[in-house]
T-cell receptor, first 111, second 114 residues
Framework: SQELEQSPQSLIVQEGKNLTINCTSS?????LYWYKQKYGEGLIFLMM?????EEKSHEKITAKLDEKKQQSSLHITASQPSHAGIYLC???????????FGTGTRLQVTL | GAGVSQSPRYKVAKRGQDVALRCDPI?????LFWYQQALGQGPEFLTY????????KSGLPSDRFFAERPEGSVSTLKIQRTQQEDSAVYLC????????????FGQGTRLTVV
């Protein structure tokens, strides 16, 4: 079965600083999804990557999928308190629809 | 509604009690998923519906867990004879197509078994 490992597990950054979260898969990724979750709430979709080398950006968040499609990174530029939360990567294993998730990265942004 | 709606938001059940969790997906969404999220962990897949057909129930942890979506819209996850290890957040998600499209999640139902 596919496993996703996220690093770091938790991160505390000062407001205005940049940060990167990594997601590594044990198998080739057919679709890689990034979600954000605030405590006690559901997951908010951020981005989906499918092609090797693909990069997408939304506001100050950029996600990349490496050429071999086994690793993705999420980069936040000039972090703000609103970026705080848990970031989860999810992967669809082959042609299946269900997602396998990593254990998440907890981000805190200090003033 | 505009998003996926789950009810109740919180449920406290005594061990051995049966519970039913409801999910209202986004109107017109074909696919519906249930996930279980333990504290500090990522969501884990339970089951998947395409319209009214339950195509994958490989993630259901035991035969005490049962899910249905009789008319291809609202879905109910039922847990019989709840046990403490069932305590978790149960998340429902829906998507417009079968795969390779973003799934929209509800806010979840937090189940606590005492």
């Amino acid at each position: 079965s596919q496993e996703l490992e996220q690093s770091p597990q938790s991160l505390i950054v000062q407001e205005g600083k940049n940060l990167t979260i990594n997601c590594t898969s044990s198998k080739t990724l057919y679709g890689l999804y990034w979600y954000k979750q605030k405590y006690g709430e559901g997951l908010i979709f951020l981005m989906m990557l499918q092609k090797g080398g693909e990069e997408k950006s939304h506001e100050k968040i950029t996600a990349k999928l490496d050429e071999k499609k086994q690793q993705s990174s999420l980069h936040i530029t000039a972090s703000q308190p609103s970026h705080a939360g848990i970031y989860l990567c999810g992967a669809s294993p082959g042609t299946a629809s269900k997602l396998t998730f990593g254990t998440g990265t907890r981000l805190q942004v200090t003033l | 509604g505009a998003g996926v709606s789950q009810s109740p938001r919180y449920k406290v059940a005594k061990r051995g009690q049966d519970v039913a969790l409801r999910c209202d997906p986004i109107s017109g969404h074909v696919s519906l998923f249930w996930y279980q999220q333990a504290l500090g962990q990522g969501p884990e897949f339970l089951t998947y519906f395409q319209n009214e057909a339950q195509l994958d129930k490989s993630g259901l942890p035991s035969d005490r867990f049962f899910a249905e979506r009789p008319e291809g819209s609202v879905s109910t996850l039922k847990i019989q004879r709840t046990q403490q290890e069932d305590s978790a957040v149960y998340l429902c998600a829906s998507s417009a197509r079968q795969r390779n499209t973003e799934a929209f999640f509800g806010q979840g139902t937090r189940l606590t078994v005492v």
